[in-house]
């Protein structure tokens, strides 16, 4: 009886993984999707990559199926893009039918849709509109983001300073530094690094940074109606996620005892002033909610991207003395030591400036952008992907084109600089994403840029 069970069992789980592949093949030839490998049931091509270098196995997937290939990540069906031109045929020449925002259950569990970065449609729209205005055109106030930004370089300067010479861990000072200037953008409000309610969203910052790239909430992503019931380390994200939120309700409950809209002070001002305009407006986008999800989303996009670009820096100076050397060099030249540098610099600090966009380029940051999708049932190129399906843009295919930047694998700020040692642009240059949301982040969020 029990050899009877084992093969009953053995049959039943083989007919159905032939249903599904089944189902599968005839589905992909009735939607027409790119070309991939066959999924497994429930866990779709996991096995096929490697899930200590996921960019890698994109890359050599690519290799065998092309720039534009159907993967399953798990039972969801994802489309790759690899190389620039797939990327920019997507996010830029089609970029209204790619501008939907994939799914990221862990995520939208804890924010529901609202702010600015896992949003969708109209509303995704009005929040990335008023905060490029606010960022960008209004200045905040008397001091503008610049002002902001050199303020605290001198503060950490200072921290440094207080090390006496002696050796130290410069993490954590790297890390308040970008993190007091979203504080400052969002509270007009800039914390000692010892300040105990600093250190707190400190902790909760990179604590979420850190769950949300952790095996558990990989797994979460992949399976969410069944991890949603089991326990782990994906629950504490979430509350750490809330968190984070009370800590900006907290500020913005102070914002609305002294609030004068004649007078905005900051973002959260900005965000009140519009609030009370459209109070009566039963659809309004500008609420509280979106209000705290916004402020988490500032500093999520502001303060891990600058800190590791930050940390990396230093160790590229230290392992590249030659390179040290040339941007010291340019610095004092142009700078001098008796003044903060500032944006009308930048035309003049050309290797420096190199410098800074090879940090980025060379550690892909993000090897793949957050996850898009199609808002309607969309051709591209010789295929047709059905509505909501997600799209994955993989940056690290752009940033290590080896036509675009030769020997890619090795750390060279000539890869941004002429024949003639000026700052050379290319629009291989995606860090962070895209179009649209290139914008949005490179130009308004991460201060280094």
Not at 56 to 81: D, F, N
Not at 324 to 329: M, N, S, T
Not at 422 to 438: A, E, N, Q, W
């Amino acid at each position: 009886m029990e050899l009877l069970g084992v093969t009953t069992l053995a049959l039943v789980i083989s007919v159905t993984c032939l249903i599904f592949i089944f189902l599968w093949t005839k589905g992909q030839k009735a939607v027409r999707l790119p070309p991939g490998p066959t999924p497994l049931p429930v866990i779709g091509n996991i096995l096929q990559l490697n899930l200590k270098d996921v960019p890698a196995s994109l890359s050599k997937l690519a290799e065998q199926y092309g720039p534009v290939y159907t993967l399953y990540l798990g039972p969801r069906c994802t489309v790759v893009l690899h190389g620039y031109d797939a990327v920019k045929e997507a996010l830029i020449n089609q970029g209204d039918e790619f501008h939907g925002r994939g799914r990221f259950p862990i995520i939208d569990n804890a924010q529901k849709g609202y702010g600015l970065i896992f949003s969708h449609g109209e509303r995704w729209k009005l929040m990335r509109r008023f905060s490029l205005m606010t960022l960008r055109n209004f200045g905040m106030g008397k001091r503008s983001l610049e002002e902001r930004v050199q303020e605290e370089a001198r503060g950490l300067l200072q921290e440094l300073r207080n090390t006496e010479g002696q050796p130290f861990d410069p993490t954590f000072a790297l890390s308040c530094a970008p993190c007091n200037v979203i504080c400052s953008v969002l509270f007009n409000e800039r914390f000692q690094y010892n300040d105990e309610k600093f250190l707190t969203l400190m902790d909760l910052l990179d604590e979420n940074f850190k769950q949300v790239n952790s095996r558990w909430c990989q797994i979460y992503n992949l399976w969410p109606v069944l991890m949603k019931y089991l326990p782990g380390k994906h629950k504490e994200f979430s509350k750490k996620i809330y968190d984070v939120k009370n800590f900006i309700l907290e500020k913005v409950k102070e914002h609305q005892e002294t609030l004068d809209p004649d007078n905005p002070r900051d973002y959260i001002d900005c965000f009140l002033t519009k609030m009370e305009q459209e109070k009566y407006k039963p659809e309004s986008e500008f609420n509280l909610e979106n209000l705290a999800a916004c402020g988490s989303n500032l500093f999520t996009a502001g303060t891990e991207t600058t800190s590791i670009t930050l940390r990396f820096g230093l160790l590229l100076l230290m392992k590249y003395p030659e390179v040290e050397a040339k941007v010291h060099e340019e610095i004092d030249r142009v700078i001098g030591r008796n003044r903060s540098p500032s944006m009308k610099d930048k035309m003049k600090l050309p290797y420096t400036e190199a410098f800074l966009h090879e940090i980025q380029r060379y550690i892909t940051l993000f090897p793949s952008n957050l996850p898009h999708a199609v808002t309607q049932d969309t051709k591209f190129r010789q295929y047709v992907i059905p509505k909501g399906t997600t799209v994955l843009p993989l940056l690290s295919s752009v940033l290590l084109d080896c036509q675009e930047f030769p020997n890619p694998e090795k750390f060279d700020p000539g890869h941004f600089l002429d024949e003639n040692g000026c700052f050379k642009k290319t629009d291989y240059f995606v860090p962070f994403s895209l179009g649209k949301c290139k914008v949005f982040y490179l130009n308004h969020i991460n201060p280094l840029m």
